[in-house]
């Protein structure tokens, strides 16, 4: 399963089982220029729903799902691009609005879906794939289309029309669109077609298979400076489809890696490897360090190279005996935190920056941290399982987290022994220790029910 159908089912879950949180800014870099990043405004009334996703400059699918709304609230998100990207809009069906980078885009949720305007864009422009596919007319509305249709030729036809359909109303608005616009939207409707046309072909007759598969790698080539989501998506596809018709085993990653380093070069060659390195440390963490390494030899782009540095080198201590890192990237062992407190109550929460349920306990979760009985403060002790450091040190950072005494993060959660020592299958997760340092509950209740403090003020008593 390669990266982005990971992070998809990850995205699904989150969907179906988290709910949102109130009013909130979000910073992703700090302080950043507004010519390399888009500033997202969403109007939400009591009670609306808006769930959006968007894949960032590394290959990483982030979400924003807003649910349960207590009030009329403003969320102002402020996302790091250089180039085009695509923000999803999730809700009963995917609508793609195509943000710029030096924009400000505001979102009005309505009974019917939701409105948008761009301050510096063309609206009609950023509007493009809204209007398309209110009109039943856009090749996103592909996959959920397929459902009514019994035959392959049928959902051929259907995959050809849609296309069609998104490249006529395309030109009918030419002259509305600069060229390097116009040249945008046809590659994101043309990367979705292929897409298309590489899953629908896996199952097809070889001379068919070679036939899509020649074409897309004649497109791949001619369009090899462009770095888009929706590109490189497209160009991991093609490959796994082309060398692997499935990656099951770290053999095949590495041969993945291996053929894309040969075959492809520049910032296309960067960003295109990081998707296998990522797979790599998922399938392989002995030959994580290696490939690291190999990478920023090879790499061209300052942003992917200092990426890589704070997201691998510092995990892939695969010698070191410590388990968790502080916000600082300095390692230690749970066991031995747990130990220098012995003697107090321990709650140990186990979280992540994708898991909604969990951010919307961190209301709670402060209050928590600071409750004290009879002169007694518990230890309140929160680690998080996020693959990547930067991704749980922006979550931190948002929830105001970053000067707590106990905050950490798991390295390497897939291969951890905490993981198995504590059964960590899903979070949010809670466990309650003793005075003596014993597990007294190893599903214990969330910061916000009401039976945490009883049995807090219980272990507290003893």
């Known amino acids: 399963m390669n990266k982005i159908t990971y992070l998809f089912l990850i995205l699904i879950f989150t969907f179906n089982n988290c709910t949102g949180r109130g009013e909130k800014t979000i910073h992703n870099k700090g302080d950043i220029h507004e010519d390399s990043s888009t500033l997202i405004i969403i109007n939400l009334k009591k009670n609306d729903v808006a769930v959006f996703n968007y894949q960032d400059n590394f290959g990483n699918i982030k979400q924003d799902i807003f649910i349960d709304i207590k009030r009329d609230t403003t969320i102002k998100k402020r996302i790091y691009t250089t180039s085009p990207i695509l923000y999803n809009y999730c809700v009963n069906r995917q609508v793609p609005i195509l943000l710029f980078p030096g924009d400000t885009v505001s979102f009005k949720i309505t009974s019917n879906g939701f409105r948008c305007t761009s301050n510096k864009k063309n609206s009609f422009l950023t509007n493009f794939f809204i209007n398309l596919t209110d009109s039943g007319k856009s090749i996103f509305l592909y996959a959920s289309n397929t459902k009514k249709l019994n035959t392959e030729q049928q959902k051929i036809t259907l995959l050809n029309n849609l296309y069609d359909y998104s490249i006529t109303s395309l030109l009918v608005n030419k002259e509305k669109l600069s060229t390097s616009d116009f040249k ?37 080539r001619q369009n090899s400076n462009n770095i888009s989501s929706s590109f490189i998506s497209l160009v991991s596809t093609y490959n796994q489809s082309k060398w692997i018709k499935n990656v099951k085993t770290a053999n095949d990653v590495f041969l993945m890696y291996d053929s894309c380093e040969y075959n492809y070069s520049g910032k296309l060659r960067d960003r295109v490897l990081l998707d296998w390195l990522y ?46 890192l502080d916000i600082s990237g300095q390692s230690r062992t749970l066991d031995k935190v747990i130990q220098q407190n012995k003697g107090q109550v321990i709650y140990l929460d186990f979280w992540a920056s994708w898991c909604n349920p969990c951010r919307q306990e961190m209301k709670e979760t402060k209050e928590i941290i600071g409750y004290r009985k009879n002169g007694n403060k518990i230890v309140y002790i929160l680690i998080s399982i996020d693959e990547l450091f930067s991704n749980w040190k922006e979550a931190c950072k948002v929830e105001l987290l970053s000067n707590l005494d106990n905050n950490y993060l798991l390295k390497d959660f897939n291969t951890s022994k905490l993981k198995y020592k504590y059964n960590l299958e899903t979070i949010p997760r809670y466990i309650l220790i003793n005075k003596k340092g014993e597990i007294v509950d190893s599903d214990a209740p969330r910061p916000s029910d009401p039976k945490l403090k009883i049995l807090l003020d219980k272990l507290i008593a003893e």
């Open 184 to 220: 945008i939207i046809k590659s994101v409707i043309d990367c979705e077609y292929y897409m298309h046309k590489l899953i629908r072909y896996t199952v097809s007759n070889h001379s068919d298979k070679q036939r899509i598969q020649d074409s897309i790698n004649g497109y791949i």
């Open 279 to 324: 797979n790599i440390k998922i399938k392989s963490r002995e030959k994580l360090e290696s490939y690291t390494m190999r990478y920023l030899n090879t790499v061209t782009d300052s942003n992917f190279k200092q990426f890589v540095i704070e997201n691998y080198i510092s995990k892939s201590e695969l010698n070191n005996k410590n388990d968790i």
